[in-house]
Every structure is written in structure tokens, then in C-alpha cells.
């Protein structure tokens, strides 16, 4: 059976939303905070669960390599992932596992369309706190399987325009992995809008009235970006990215947005926004676009009575 992508999320990592949230994984306690967002996420993953997904792929900006867009590869993973900015707010102690077939053929699509690839085979990897932060967010249950994508960062040290035709190419290859291993997906683009934030954090982090946009100037972009893609502006959207990027200090440079479009294949649809807020500053979106609910996938089977 040929798989398909039924949707993809804007799912941003901000670790103080697990923080907030005070999980059993994490070891630091907290009083609450960041709400908005966080009660945004528990509209998003009621969405999931109807889509009901075999296997959520989530592209990361922490996960940095230099050499290659690399692929976890090891069935299970289990261990302490630390944000090494945050140490005080997130040791999470995480275990999931990985759909290894579907990341074997994303690699191998990712090979034979001229990019750099690479699995990782390290049985002891630390995965990194975006893709934690995503994936809890998204699913605290961790009984999904999941592909975790690294950040090549190529728009960092190429131009952001041919960084980004990289990013292009790497979603196309992981839609045509998705589709020959039958797999019914979901991709999570582990990105922020505005990336401005503050440098010292208050002496209670979770303390909501220390919160706000750090700049209005990538305040105003994060709504300019979000009111296009609720119209479904897409191509708009795309067009105006480069610029987006350089005048909001945009993470979605790190490219998973465009990773997640290129393999939906840009469709021109109004993406529905669960919430939006700021996090020491910066822009954080969640948002979907549900492909099932616009004609572009099918819905689940109904289970058998």
C-alpha cells in the first residue's frame, strides 16, 4: 500500500513548556507558566489523535551536523537529554522508539536526490532537546514510532538561499520514502518564528509577567507570517521567507518548515492556529495543516467491530 503525509505541525521546542507542564520525565519543578502555548499543544494533540498516525517525523535545529542531514537508527533510545542553555528547567529522561525501515529509505531517498546523508547507529546517542521538547509536547504517551532529522545547517554556512533549496530537496525525498514504505505520516517542524529573546532570565522563570515579545518588530512579523498562513498564503509565504528570516532572526532558517512544505508538496491551504506566544522573548506558533480534513490524504481506517 502506498503511504502518505495525512498532516504536519508547526511544533515548536521552547524546554520551558515541558517545564511548565512538570512531567514525570523531567526532574525540575515548576509553578506553571507559558499557558497559551501549552494549552495549544493539547489542541494539537487531540487533531493527532484522529489522524491516527503510524509514525511522526520531526525535524530538529538542535540536532546539529555539519556534514550530511543524518537519521536516527537505532530501534530504541533511552537515556537524559539537557538543554545546555536551560540545565535548570530540562533533564528529561526520554525513551522512544524509531521506525529504522522508514529512516533507512529517507536516507537512501536523501542519497539518490544528491544530498549528503547518514544514519546514526550509536546505541548510546543523547537525542537532543528540540526533538524531545517537540515529541513530548505533541505526544506525552511516546507510543508512536518516530523519525528524528538533524539540522544540516547548511543555511547557515551556504546562503539561505541554496540552504533552503537543500531543505527542499530533503522533504521531497522523505515524502517519497513515506510513500513506497506504505507508512501513514505525520511531520513535526520543530521550529520558532521570531528568534529575538532576552539574555537573562528572571528569578523565577516561570513568572508571566517577565513575559513578552523581546522586539515588536519580530512581534509584528510573527503576525504578518501567521495571518498568511491561516489564508493559506503559502506560495506568499514562501516568497517572502528570505526576508522574514533576516529581519526576525526567523529560526524556521534552520529549514524544518521548509522541510515539512516540500514534502506536503506546498499545498495552498489555510493552516489552522492552535496558539501562539512568546518564550524569553521569542515567537512560538503552533499550528496545522491537515491534509485528511483538505481532501489531500485519506482518512483512518475504522477499526473493525
Known amino acids: 500500500m502506498k503511504g502518505s503525509i495525512v498532516g504536519g505541525y508547526l511544533a515548536p521546542h521552547p524546554p520551558h513548556l515541558v517545564y511548565g507542564e512538570n ?4 526532574e525540575p519543578r515548576s509553578q506553571g507558566g507559558w499557558e497559551p502555548l501549552r494549552w495549544a499543544y493539547e489542541k494539537a494533540r487531540a487533531s493527532l489523535e484522529a ?10 535545529p538542535h540536532w546539529m551536523t555539519q556534514v550530511g542531514h543524518h537519521f536516527l537508527g537505532v530501534p530504541h533510545l533511552s537515556g537524559k ?18 521506525d529504522v525501515e522508514l529512516a533507512e529509505a529517507c536516507c537512501e531517498e536523501a542519497r539518490e ?9 550509536n546505541p548510546n ?12 509536547m505533541m505526544r506525552p504517551q511516546w507510543d508512536i514510532p518516530i523519525v528524528g532529522l538533524s539540522a544540516n545547517n547548511s543555511p547557515y554556512y551556504l546562503n539561505t538561499k541554496e540552504g533552503l533549496q537543500e531543505m527542499d530537496l530533503l522533504g521531497k525525498a522523505t515524502r517519497r520514502a513515506i510513500e513506497r514504505t506504505g507508512r501513514r505520516a505525520v511531520l513535526l517542524a520543530s521550529n520558532t518564528l521570531s528568534h529575538w529573546h532576552f539574555h537573562e532570565e528572571p528569578e523565577l522563570p516561570e513568572d508571566m509577567t517577565r513575559e513578552h515579545p523581546e522586539r515588536f518588530d519580530g512581534y509584528k512579523w ?6 498568511m498562513l491561516r489564508r493559506g498564503e503559502v506560495d506568499e509565504y514562501f516568497k517572502l521567507q528570505p526576508q522574514f528570516i533576516e529581519e526576525a532572526f526567523a529560526e524556521v532558517k534552520s529549514g524544518a518548515f521548509t522541510w515539512m512544505f516540500a514534502a506536503m508538496g506546498y499545498p495552498n491551504i489555510p493552516g489552522e492556529l492552535h ?12 499550528m496545522e495543516w491537515n491534509l485528511v480534513e483538505a481532501g489531500l490524504a485519506d482518512a483512518p481506517a475504522k477499526a473493525a467491530a
Open 23 to 26: 512531567p514525570p520525565q523531567n
Open 113 to 121: 536526490a544528491g544530498l549528503v546523508a547518514k544514519m546514526m547507529r
Open 125 to 136: 546517542f543523547r537525542v537532543d532537546y528540540g526533538t524531545i521538547t517537540t515529541l513530548h
Open 51 to 60: 489522524l491516527k498516525p503510524d509514525v511522526l517525523l520531526v525535524h530538529s
Open 81 to 98: 537529554s539537557v538543554d545546555p542553555i536551560f540545565p535548570n528547567l530540562f533533564r528529561y529522561s526520554f525513551e522512544l522508539d524509531v
Open 275 to 286: 496558539g501562539y506566544g512568546t518564550v524569553i522573548g521569542t515567537g512560538n506558533a503552533v
Open 222 to 227: 510573527d503576525v504578518r507570517v501567521i495571518d
